[in-house]
């Protein structure tokens, strides 16, 4: 399985850089997981084979430019793009982002070949397809209703937190599986902000440090993501303070294969 963090920003040359504002991971340049950066920096062949996009939750960072990204291809899909997202979050984009003040409702829109934006509701805690890849979703502790994901393509199985405080259901399914190739987890403020990320429910590297004392798995990649631009190297020195093994922060723009 490829896994590709979307850079958010790219310096004057056009180089992409290191600071991670926005989430979107890219699996095997067509499935997305969030879509912050979707349509400022997926490849121009990536346009064209990204459908489907699973919604973790509406908070700007995952959804910001998902809008401009149907907008920017609406006169040329052929097939509507598919989001797949709980029914809560569903009803959240609809409120808040497709709501015809913020961005038209796209769901409703048609172009020359048919509609080009269609909700796929997702169940928790049940297997369910997106393109070749078997997913579950696992509700987790944030401050609007989030999933956390486990996604298979039947021979790796990679884990994706999201945005989450201690949680107890997210470990349940990740230990119960046969085995797991990576662990991508939240990272999002230093030590000293303990008390924002409580309050909005993030991990720093010492809370993520108890946390992952609930992992039975070892041996496996864990990917430090979510990292607030402005701490990444104070973030960084803590999470290699904590001595975990293969414990890394993600580099966005690189593309990963497990
Ligand atoms: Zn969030
Ligand atoms: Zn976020």
Redesign the pocket.
């Known amino acids: 399985m490829r896994i590709q963090l979307l850079p958010s920003t790219f310096d004057a040359q056009g180089v992409a850089t290191l600071e991670q504002r926005l989430t979107c991971f890219v699996i095997d340049d067509c499935v997305a997981v969030d879509a912050g950066s979707i349509a400022i920096a997926l490849n121009g062949e990536q346009r064209n084979t990204v459908r489907d996009i699973i919604v ?2 509406p ?1 700007m ?2 959804v910001a430019s998902l809008p401009i990204f149907i907008d920017d291809l609406y006169p040329s899909l052929q097939e509507p793009m598919r989001i797949y997202a709980t029914e809560e979050v569903i009803g959240l984009l609809e409120r808040d982002v497709f709501n015809w003040n913020v961005y038209p409702r796209f769901s409703d829109l048609k172009n020359d070949y048919g509609p080009v934006m269609e909700y796929i509701p997702i169940p928790v805690g049940e297997p369910f397809r997106v393109a070749h890849l078997n997913v579950v979703a696992v509700p987790v502790n ?3 209703p ?1 999933v956390g994901l486990v996604v298979s393509d039947g021979q790796t199985s990679v884990a994706f937190s ?2 989450t405080a201690e949680t107890d259901d997210f470990w349940k399914i990740v230990n119960e599986m046969k085995g797991l190739d990576a662990l991508l987890i939240e990272a999002s403020f230093p030590d000293r902000m303990s008390k924002l990320a409580h309050v ?3 991990f720093t590297p010492a809370s993520l440090g108890q946390e992952l004392k609930k992992l039975t798995h070892n041996g496996m990649d864990i990917m430090a993501v ?1 990292l607030k631009p402005s701490y990444r190297e104070e973030i960084i020195e803590q999470l290699k303070a904590l001595n975990i093994p293969k414990l890394k922060a993600m580099e966005p723009g690189r593309v990963y294969e497990w």
């Open positions: 973790t939750h908070h960072d995952h944030h401050i609007v989030t999201s945005d909005s429910r993030h979510h």
